[in-house]
């Protein structure tokens, strides 16, 4: 089997470094992925990632023309961009026939699945590929994954993933959903993974066992938080697994991967505390700090604090959240420990 | 089920620091951990962990009587040290009994398998638990595995783990050594990954899922090279996983961890070219800098030298072993550049 490895490193690498690639960082990482053979590139959002940070991104979060336009002309690779339908206007999407781009991913959260049909239809109409992501996937019962999956089975992308936004799944939890998917959707399926438990590959490679047939990758694991399954170890394991086959040059991943170490992120990716919390208590990373600071002004455990906050599966987490749930468990612990004295 | 986490930071994390852990780093190791309800500390190697080194190598490469009477009061775990029969004399663990030592693991190749038996014996006859720790387990055959097996087998110890030292398998290389070894061995298994492809988390996964019951673990995946599978990582997805338990705490495991990460880790642990070269063509680690230089003097590809270095799967590697590959690989190489004039 020979899996479609798609490297996302200019795209959700940018919450590392708000999306401020230089126009060597792309140049390298773009020829050097498609010398290497890697399938696809994805090289950044078209329109804004939709995190708060959109206003002063770099280039890789908007995609403009001109962006494309001046991308290295590829051999190999086939290019891609992600649109997230509720910050890019579905008539934004109009040029990307005249880039070099042929596959539009369309990202979407399950509780707003329902606009991803138009735009699945409208990159269709333009006559480029299209694929689905499906994120925070952990905060979906099996139940309401087979829902999401009813509304875009008729649409039939050309792929449809799953994406581990906080990294809380373990590989079961991969097995059971892909397995689903595969009875529901006449797709090839995907998984993007993230490593807060440091399971990013045991994850790919249950969901590889289960039916996926592409992965999302990224360069020394760059992305928010923890990181992604890193592209340059995808390649590895691939290429040291017999049952496994790539189209991936491993010694020049490994040289686009270096490029990245040295010149682009600014320390390597790591799984600490702050990143274990947050998948240890499913939520979403860029709360994690805000739990931390509130957490601590209330004297309060942030751990606990966390996990009632990923309980509550909230579709955004600001001061006032916190607060609440703050106020919450000290009036419980306040009334336990009167009941004790 | 609840797996025997074995934290192996001061032993094999050595390999990193030179073994240079202050008293402090130990009592912080030893005590937070316990406090984490870890299973088992190993606190060192005794008498030498037999790589180079090991005459400027610090305390707990030595585990000295005095080292292991200052360790901290455990309350939880158990501690063990390392033995290497090759480099440890038999009689010098007599006075472990005096120590709050109560597992003792010896580790050897699969070529010097023999000389374990005698010190499985010598130290049940001291009244401790004995592991035995197989090393460089991928260069085996599953019919040479049968045979290491067969050695000690009727020795029953109390844990027989395989260590895959260059971070080489993938998962289901690691579950057929797994469910081979548990048809043949009376005893509980472990596994000892390394990360060299990003993998140790995956084989760790695939060791339990067929049948492994003790993993190894250090902080911030500290050892050689790749490291290992993190400890704080290994806490988290085994908290997060229901069908499986845990008895250590994960937010003082995370704890630990930060200690080592801030306090003894010179830079994270990363998994570079170097690594993913080493796990690739089969090799130590510690062979790899060797390679690339002496491969860089014959103008000669590493990957190519290296992955001929660990088709011999040689039991040292000197210069002149590399030497000899290269003269051999660039005599091919005009050869067929001569054949093509």
Request: hydrophobic content about 45%; aromatic content about 6%.
């Amino acid at each position: 089997m020979k899996p479609t490895l798609l490297d996302c490193t200019l795209r959700d690498g940018g919450n590392q470094n708000d999306w401020q690639f230089t126009a060597t960082d792309v140049h390298t990482i773009v020829s050097t992925l498609d010398a290497a053979r890697v399938d696809v590139i994805e090289v950044g959002y078209r329109g804004g990632s939709g995190s708060k940070s959109s206003a002063t991104a770099g280039p890789s979060a908007h995609c403009t023309p001109e962006y494309l336009a001046a991308l290295p002309a590829v051999s190999h690779a086939e290019l891609a961009v992600m649109v997230v339908p509720t910050v890019c206007p579905v008539t934004a999407m109009d040029d990307l026939p005249d880039s070099p781009v042929s596959l539009v991913r369309i990202a979407a959260y399950p509780w707003n699945i329902d606009g991803v049909p138009e735009y699945v239809r409208a990159v269709r109409a333009l006559g480029l590929k299209v694929g689905v992501n499906l994120m925070a996937v952990s905060y979906t019962t099996l139940e309401q994954l087979a829902e999401v999956a009813a509304v875009v089975a008729g649409e039939a992308p050309d792929v449809f993933y799953i994406a581990d936004s906080f990294g809380a799944l373990t590989p079961d939890d991969v097995r059971r959903r892909i397995e689903l998917l595969a009875e529901r959707l006449p797709t090839p399926l995907g998984i993007h993974a993230h490593n807060n438990l440091g399971l990013a590959a045991a994850n790919a490679v249950a969901g590889l066992d289960a039916g996926v047939s592409w992965l999302d990758a990224s360069l020394c694991a760059m992305a928010r938080g923890a990181g992604n399954l890193a592209t340059e170890q995808a390649a590895a394991f691939l290429t040291a697994w017999p049952k496994y086959d790539t189209h991936a040059d491993l010694p020049l991943v490994c040289e686009a991967a270096e490029y990245v170490a040295e010149q682009v992120l600014p320390r390597p990716m790591t799984v600490r505390r702050a990143e274990i919390a947050a998948g240890i208590n499913d939520h979403h990373f860029y709360f994690q700090d805000r739990i931390e600071k509130i957490s601590a002004r209330h004297g309060l455990d942030p751990w606990e604090v966390g996990r009632r906050i990923g309980a509550a599966r909230p579709r955004k987490v600001l001061d006032e959240t916190v607060e609440d749930v703050c106020r919450e468990l000290a009036g419980q612990t306040e009334h336990t420990n009167g009941g004790d004295a």
